[in-house]
């Protein structure tokens, strides 16, 4: 009676290798996320763990999720097998669903920086470019009462083109207490989920590398009329920081704590976020973060995404080819 069993969790172990990836490059070797169904005892949860003698690393409830009615915790499960065994494993009736932490890495972008000599093609300058100075002759040039969350690598927020336009918390004041409550102590720029910090800019030596988060701030709201570097897209606009992405790129525990972050802002403070710049891909579908990316929506949160444009046909990405999922695709959905 057991061997249909083996065969039936080897079958599905193989298949989930070839969804996956590769360990290490593509998701975190041997560490899952896990969460239980609602209701499920203690010890059905310590049973279905010792399967693969797993070890909780982290606990992760963030006030977004509680705001949302759900009370039950997604676990981040350190396992000495292999990611993709411990899935197999784990897979039973007292479990929602487990899945791989995933490892994203930033898309490409170039380190073009003037607007004058049409550098910045998409942006202006030719009929595929946006036009941004038709929007902003006709006066639509930002304001900073709007809020852009980005969901990326950290940010130079002294950045001369970038001085102003980077959020200040007013609701926690540097003092090594949570004034607002949010979990997070001091957040006075946004919140570094990779280091677990307060510090959203590391600089780009010393292994660290948050170029490209600053990067894309700059496409969204650099400075204008200061005759240096480039032009925003918004002239005024409120950046807010949360960070995720690190030396080995981001995992899906941490994106999902960066969404919830802003999620949990809006709904705290009444902060007008708008929408979250997400310039990064990789792994596959990950049902967590996309119950995340669903708050957001219900926060009205817009969670713009990439399409992939790392050039791995050598010209740009080609989405038929090369699988390139998105955080919003429904399983098993791929970008076509």
Partial sequence: MEAPEAT????AVSSDAKQYGQPGVNYVANEVLVKFKAGTS???RGAALSRVSGQVAETILTKAMQ???DREALLLVRTPLAATDAIGRLRGAEVEYVEPNYIYTHSAATNDTYVANGSLWGMDGNI?????????????????????GVIDEGIQFDHPDLAGQIWTNPYDAADGIDNDGNGYIDDIHGWDFDGNNNSIYDGTTRGSSDDHGTHVSGTIGAKANNGAGVAGMNWNVTIISTKFLGRRGGTTANAVKAVDYLNDLKSRHGLNIVASNNSWGGGG?????????????TQNILFIAAAGNGGSDGVGDDNDAVASFLPTCPRPTLLR
Wanted: aromatic share 10%.
């Fill in 8 to 11: 039936a969790t080897a079958s």
């Fill in 42 to 44: 203690a010890t059905a």
């Fill in 67 to 69: 705001r949302a009615g």
């Fill in 128 to 148: 595929y470019g946006s036009q941004a100075s038709t929007a902003w002759a006709a006066g639509h040039t930002g304001s900073a009462n709007t809020f852009v």
């Fill in 285 to 297: 579908f990950s049902q967590a973060l996309s119950d995340a990316v669903d708050r957001a929506n």
